[in-house]
Nanobody, 123 residues
Framework: QVQLVESGGGLVQAGGSLRLSCATS????????MGWFRQAPGKEREVVAT?????YYIDSVKGRFTISRDSAKNTLYLQMKSLKPEDTAVYYC???????????????????WGQGTQLTVSS
């Protein structure tokens, strides 16, 4: 059974930093495209960053967020800095059990999801 478990969310002031983690088990992490999504109240779930053979970021987080993976620990990370109130959302880790050079940016592209972790950025 595939499991993705996020951690690291919380309350942080604007301008602060935080790191999210996503521990995976049950499938081969190195063969997966991994992504971070977020969903703010009343909004659709949107991609934040993806990691396959390359990385992708939405424009609003470029230069502030860094996605990375530690294959030895089967863990995906999202390092966030210069946080803004508009970054407030539930953040989800997602896995697609295919790793190619293609970009996968839609929630429906992904096969497995974590339960989500809340990030609140206060102004």
């Amino acid at each position: 059974q595939v499991q993705l478990v996020e951690s690291g969310g919380g309350l942080v002031q604007a301008g602060g930093s935080l790191r999210l983690s996503c521990a995976t088990s049950g499938r081969t992490f190195t063969s997966a495209t991994m992504g971070w999504f977020r969903q703010a109240p009343g909004k659709e779930r949107e991609v934040v960053a993806t990691n396959s053979f390359s990385t992708y970021y939405i424009d609003s987080v470029k230069g502030r967020f860094t996605i990375s993976r530690d294959s030895a620990k089967n863990t995906l990370y999202l390092q966030m800095k210069s946080l803004k109130p508009e970054d407030t959302a539930v953040y989800y880790c997602a896995a697609k059990w295919t790793r190619t050079s293609k970009l996968y940016l839609k929630p429906d592209d992904y096969d497995g999801w974590g339960q989500g972790t809340q990030l609140t950025v206060s102004s």
